[in-house]
């Protein structure tokens, strides 16, 4: 049973990238699925959820008007797709799941699993 995210990179102020959390050992569906991100120094901060059984999504201010979370039930993965990217996006970010329909975004207990991070970079 594992999550594992994906897609980070280099990009430049202003780009785009997709992040990718994929399931397995278990079906993404039945899980709510948010993003944290951590940067150098810096506590975990959630970004977005996507709630399991009626996909309703929330967003941190950070995020919102420029992040997009969905998620791929055939495919059993969850996305971000982060758009207008600014060197302060620089982070490692996290895929994360639990049973809880509408957890919050805080990053403390009641996550049953984690992606292992993938490190995006905002930077000319």
């Known amino acids: 049973v594992q999550l594992q995210a994906s897609g980070g990179g280099l990009v430049q102020p202003g780009g785009s990238l997709r992040l990718s959390c994929a399931a397995s050992?278990?079906?993404?569906?039945?899980?709510?699925i948010a993003w944290f991100r951590q940067a150098p120094g810096k506590d975990r901060e959630g970004i977005s959820f996507?709630?399991?059984?009626?996909?309703?999504?929330y967003y941190a201010e950070s995020a919102k008007g420029r992040f997009t979370i969905s998620r791929d039930n055939a495919k059993n993965t969850a996305y971000l797709q982060m758009n207008s990217m600014k060197p302060e996006d620089t982070a490692v970010y996290y895929c994360?799941?639990?049973?809880?329909?509408?957890?919050?975004?805080?990053?403390?207990?009641?996550?049953?699993?984690w992606g292992q991070g993938t490190q995006v970079t905002v930077s000319s």
């Open positions: 996507i709630s399991s059984d009626d996909d309703k999504t």
């Open positions: 050992g278990f079906t993404l569906d039945d899980y709510t």
């Open positions: 994360a799941a639990t049973t809880w329909r509408f957890p919050g975004l805080s990053p403390v207990g009641i996550w049953n699993y």
